[in-house]
């Protein structure tokens, strides 16, 4: 996992900054819990880390299962996710269809979402903001449920 040194604190430590900054702890499956610190934006919102017990959906009504591909630190209790986790995820309970046969959307490609200051094993986690492409041509409904609802990121 890679963190920006400036976002990683190996001590419990609280800041206020400008954006109204906090540190949040990332629990691991190992070893002692790990500080990111949590960004409120300016305006007033911010954005959750997406973890493997976050709900996405097509717009079909369908639902992607996430799973985390490989080893991934905790976040809220679930492992969290980087893009290539999503790629390939057949959505259940999707009722498209051409012709009449069932034609479920297929993510094919992650359009937004990706951090910039925070990434496991060198690929950017991904945050409630996320959008993906699917095999139907019809973009992922807006994620309503981060899977947790502490740990933010940017």
Known sequence: MRIEDEDVHRVPRWSSGSCGSRDVPLLSGSGPAILVRSITHPQGWSILL?????????AHGGIFPLVA????PL?????????TDLLGKVALGCVFNIA??????????????????????????LHQGVTCATTNGVPTMPCINAGQIVVQGS
Do not use: D
């Open 69 to 72: 591909a490989g080893p991934r």
């Open 50 to 58: 997406l973890t493997s017990a976050a709900t996405l959906q097509c």
């Open 100 to 125: 009449g046969a069932p034609s479920p959307c297929t993510i094919v490609g992650v359009l937004a979402g990706n951090c910039l200051k925070v990434s496991y094993g060198g690929q950017p986690a």
């Open 75 to 83: 976040v809220g209790g679930a492992p969290g996710l980087v893009a």
